[in-house]
């Protein structure tokens, strides 16, 4: 029996990651183009982003 020791990485489509969050694909593009979210491509079309990636884009309002 093989132990993995590592679980394997979750990766979601930009559509999914927009519906999650709320943000529009459009922006998690912008964002991906200005280097504020990673993304990795798997062939011509296939863009997919890690799930927590997408949430540390969210940051907390500072309340006074």
Same mark, same amino acid.
């Given at each position: ?6 679980? /394997?990485? $979750?990766?979601? =489509? ?5 519906? *999650?969050?709320?943000? =529009? +694909? =459009?922006? !998690? &593009? &912008? &964002? $991906?183009?200005? @280097? =504020? !979210?990673?993304?990795? *491509?798997? @062939?011509? /079309?296939? $863009? %997919? +982003? %890690?799930?927590?990636?997408?949430? %540390?884009?969210? &940051?907390? $309002?500072?309340?006074?």
């Amino acid at each position: 029996m093989t132990t993995y020791t590592n679980p /394997r990485p $979750i990766y979601e =489509s930009l559509t999914q990651a927009s519906e *999650r969050t709320g943000l =529009s +694909v =459009s922006t !998690l &593009r &912008r &964002r $991906i183009a200005d @280097g =504020s !979210l990673e993304a990795f *491509r798997n @062939g011509p /079309r296939l $863009i %997919r +982003v %890690r799930p927590a990636d997408v949430d %540390r884009l969210m &940051r907390p $309002i500072p309340t006074g």
